[in-house]
C-alpha cells in the first residue's frame, strides 16, 4: 500500500530566505505526487503536481519540486518566502485503483511558519 | 469556473444527534471524494462516487457514517449518531479524468473549503 512520509512537523523560516519541504512516498510502481497548501480556513489548492517526465516540475506562487526515484523523495522547494506562505503544506501520491481510477493518499503535513 | 461548494461551514453538535453535510462540485466533474481531516493529520478518504456508484467506501465507518449522490452530482455526508471522535473537518473534492498525450493520469482534485464539526 502506498504511503506518504512528510518529516517535519512545523518549518520556521525568515521572510526572504529559501525553503525545502521534505516528502518521501511508498508506492510501487511509479506514483503520482501532488503537493497541496491549506491556509486557515481553507480548503486545499494545488501547487504541483507530477506524472511523469521531466522530473523537475514547476508550480504555481514560484514552487518547484524535483521528484527523486532513488530516494522516494519529491521535496518542495522555494528560493524566496513571502509572509503569504506560511500555511499548512501537504504532500500526496495517488494510486491506480484497479485500473480504472485512483485515490490520494495525503502525509500528516507541515505547516510553516514565517519570521518577519 | 464556480468552484466546489460545501454547506455549512461550520456545525456545532451534541454526541449522538445527527448532522448532514452538503456539496456541489464543479460542474462537469464526474468523479467525487468526501475526505475526514482531523486537526493535526492529513486528509483521510472517506468515500469516492464516479458518477452516482461509489468507487471506494473501505474507508467510511458504516454504522454511522453514510453518503449519496443520488443524480450524480451534488453529494450529501450524513453522520448518525455522531461522536467526540467524529470532530473534524469534512472536505468535499471532484475531478475530471484526463487522457493526455500518450500518458494516462489523473487530473486534479478540487477541494471545496470544507466543513468544521465540533461535537460537544
Known amino acids: 500500500a502506498q504511503s506518504v512520509t512528510q518529516p517535519d512537523i512545523h518549518i520556521t523560516v525568515s521572510e526572504g530566505a529559501s525553503l525545502e519541504l521534505r516528502c518521501n512516498y511508498s508506492y510501487g510502481a511509479t506514483p503520482y505526487l501532488f503537493w497541496y497548501v491549506q491556509s486557515p480556513g481553507q480548503g486545499l489548492q494545488l501547487l504541483l503536481k507530477?506524472?511523469?517526465?521531466?522530473?523537475l516540475v514547476q508550480g504555481i506562487k514560484g514552487f518547484e519540486a524535483e521528484f527523486k526515484r532513488s530516494q522516494s523523495s519529491f521535496n518542495l522547494r522555494k528560493p524566496s518566502v513571502h509572509w503569504s506562505d506560511a500555511a499548512e503544506y501537504f504532500c500526496a501520491v495517488g494510486a491506480r485503483v484497479r485500473n480504472r481510477d485512483d485515490k490520494i493518499i495525503f502525509g500528516k503535513g507541515t505547516r510553516l511558519h514565517i519570521l518577519p | 469556473e464556480a468552484g466546489v461548494a460545501q454547506s455549512p461551514r461550520y456545525k456545532i453538535i451534541e454526541k449522538r444527534q445527527s448532522v448532514a453535510f452538503w456539496c456541489n462540485p464543479i460542474s462537469g466533474h464526474a468523479t467525487l471524494y468526501w475526505y475526514q481531516q482531523i486537526l493535526g493529520q492529513g486528509p483521510k478518504l472517506l468515500i469516492q462516487f464516479q458518477n452516482n456508484g461509489v468507487v471506494d467506501d473501505s474507508q467510511l465507518p458504516k454504522d454511522r457514517f453514510s453518503a449519496e449522490r443520488l443524480k450524480g452530482v451534488d453529494s450529501t455526508l450524513k453522520i448518525q449518531p455522531a461522536k467526540l471522535e467524529d470532530s473534524a473537518v469534512y472536505l468535499c473534492a471532484s475531478r475530471t479524468w484526463a487522457r493526455r498525450r500518450g500518458v494516462e493520469g489523473t487530473d486534479t482534485q478540487y477541494f471545496g473549503p470544507g466543513t468544521r464539526l465540533t461535537v460537544l
Open positions: 507530477y506524472f511523469s517526465g521531466d522530473t
